[in-house]
T-cell receptor
Framework: DGGITQSPKYLFRKEGQNVTLSCEQN?????MYWYRQDPGQGLRLIYY???????QKGDIAEGYSVSREKKESFPLTVTSAQKNPTAFYLC???????????FGAGTRLSVL | GQNIDQPTEMTATEGAIVQINCTYQ??????LFWYQQHAGEAPTFLSY????GLEEKGRFSSFLSRSKGYSYLLLKELQMKDSASYLC??????????????FGKGTKLSVKP
């Protein structure tokens, strides 16, 4: 069964803590993306990667970091520098950078 | 700049037809996408338009007019399970996020019995 798996489904962050959200895909897609969704707002792009070992900042990259060491995996770290991390985080992938994007089920991050 | 507008909420009756509009302004239009998102779930791809005209896929159709910066999603024979948010997204070939999608805020559709 091909797809995009995000874990965990729910995550809580303490003050000053870094947390990492997992995104794995077995679709053999080259491109992967991280979006943030807040109530009443459209999806906003955090980071994207067109190919392994390369990634680019999106529109709201401050306070986040990523890595792309494997084609299948694109983890997102929410650092303590991100002062308003509470949101629904969505990972997506596409065959190439100009193709249809398919989404994972999301991780809901809250602050304790 | 880039701007995408769609109505915030709509209500329709089961079995009816509903049209969700999306207007956009971009400097380098390169395609428009519609996604469906049920509350707390992942967006799922519905349709893609890059040329003017109507694309039909079962109960769902999507229309694009590039000269007017306008698209709509048409849902026929509405079912209760169609209650969801519908996201309009435009791909812009210019700018820092070259080729990436710009999303509207979504239209929340409620289908009533």
């Amino acid at each position: 069964d091909g797809g995009i798996t995000q874990s965990p489904k729910y995550l809580f962050r303490k003050e000053g803590q870094n947390v990492t959200l997992s995104c794995e895909q077995n679709l053999n897609h080259d491109a992967m993306y991280w979006y943030r969704q807040d109530p009443g707002q459209g999806l906003r792009l955090i980071y994207y990667s067109q190919i392994v070992n390369d990634f680019q900042k999106g529109d709201i990259a401050e306070g986040y970091s990523v890595s792309r060491e494997k084609k299948e995996s694109f983890p997102l770290t929410v650092t303590s520098a991100q002062k308003n991390p509470t949101a629904f985080y969505l990972c997506a992938s596409s065959i190439g950078g100009w193709d249809i994007q398919y989404f994972g089920a999301g991780t809901r991050l809250s602050v304790l | 700049g880039q701007n995408i507008d769609q109505p915030t909420e709509m209500t329709a009756t089961e079995g009816a037809i509903v049209q969700i509009n999306c207007t956009y302004q971009t400097s380098g239009f390169n395609g428009l996408f519609w996604y469906q998102q049920h509350a707390g779930e992942a967006p799922t791809f519905l349709s893609y338009n890059v040329l003017d005209g109507l694309e039909e896929k079962g109960r769902f159709s999507s229309f694009l007019s590039r000269s007017k910066g306008y698209s709509y999603l048409l849902l026929k024979e509405l079912q209760m399970k169609d209650s969801a948010s519908y996201l309009c997204a435009v791909r812009d070939r210019h700018g820092g996020s070259q080729g990436n999608l710009i999303f509207g805020k979504g239209t929340k559709l409620s289908v009533k019995p």
